[in-house]
């Protein structure tokens, strides 16, 4: 087997970077999709430093046949069984990959609530999320060039650029921002179809820049829970549950929405009745990978394109915490560089981005061409 430099380079970020994996520690590589090479690598990295792999193999098609007869008692056991393996666990890869992101599209809701309340719940918002190193990426197939409309071979280069970035100076040319955001109180978003206004104060704000997704580059809080008003209308397609939904427009009042239209405007608000949470915004962020530009109906890259921002119906995160609770967590981008329409950021009535481009001086580090 040729060995795939880029592949060699990946798991040692990943094992070394985004992880921090040290000796002795044990760490569960789960591959959705199989994709052999990536998986020994990081197995072979794993024992480099001295700790302990565990491989957990799964498929979509699989999954779906076990969702569609899906009862909650049996995935109640799976919740347990997979819960006492993560709790032994001192890290975690998520490794994501499939031939069609629709696998789940013919998945009946209520099945699909089954396992985001068992499995999502116990297994990853309670203890992986909260308790382990993680780090979560996507993995190039023909499937995922096909929805960023390019061939094979140059959505691999493009991969292999978003994941090898320099993340460590990422990191450090976020910090002026962080330190922005936890002092402002009041932001406003403008932009076509789209006047908002909430606060973030007193809600941290968290860089994310390689240590727990891959391709990473955003810094997000969430809003005061209640403090949300105005429209948005999202111009990026945001795939979920299997749907891929388009021209999303949200209208809040007092942190609820109280409106919501897209393509599919009956399924969009079935999802937001999910629970009284899915009606909250549980995450504010923005996003900044240079090498990120086009959405590709993929919420791992989509969400930190580059000018781009995300705001989430559904549930806080416990690091940027608003109270907001839910078994949704809904990342829906909207681009607001010159050719999606351009779009304005404030923080406290200052202009901060225009047209997807940092307009102050300490912020100016986080502009694509500075980031490469």
Known sequence: MVKDPRIEKLAKNLINYSLRLQKGEKVLIENFGLQRELVIALVREAYAVGAYPFVLLKDHQVDRALLLGAQEEQFEMMAEFEA?????????????????????????????????????????????????????????????????KM??????????????????????????????????????????????????????????????????????TAPVRDSVNGTITFNTPSPYQGFTFENVKLTFKDGKIIEATANDTERLNKILDTDEGARYIGEFAIGVNPYIQYPMQDILFDEKIDGSFHFTPGQCYDEAYNGNHSNIHWDMVMIQRPEYGGGE????????????????????????????
């Open 151 to 220: 061939s094979t071979e140059a959505f691999e280069d493009f991969y292999f650029n978003v994941c090898n970035l320099d993340y460590s100076k990422m990191d450090k040319a976020m910090d002026p921002l962080v330190e922005l955001m936890n002092k402002t109180d009041q932001v406003r978003i403008t932009g076509p179809g789209t006047d908002l206004t909430f606060s973030i104060k007193g809600i941290p704000a968290i860089k994310c820049s390689g240590q727990m997704n891959i391709p990473d580059g955003e810094v997000y």
């Open 345 to 372: 950021i404030y923080f406290d009535g200052v202009l901060i981005r225009k047209d997807g481009r940092f307009v102050i001086p300490e912020l100016e580090p986080l502009n694509p061409e500075n980031l490469k």
């Open 84 to 148: 006492n393996v993560m709790k032994q666990m001192d890290a975690y890869i998520g490794l994501r990959s499939g031939d069609n992101i629709n696998e789940f599209a013919d998945v009946p809701d209520d099945k699909m609530k089954i396992h985001g309340k068992t499995i999502g719940q116990k297994v990853h918002r309670e203890i992986r999320v909260p308790k382990t190193k993680w780090v979560v990426l996507r993995y190039p197939n023909p499937s995922m060039a096909q929805l960023a």
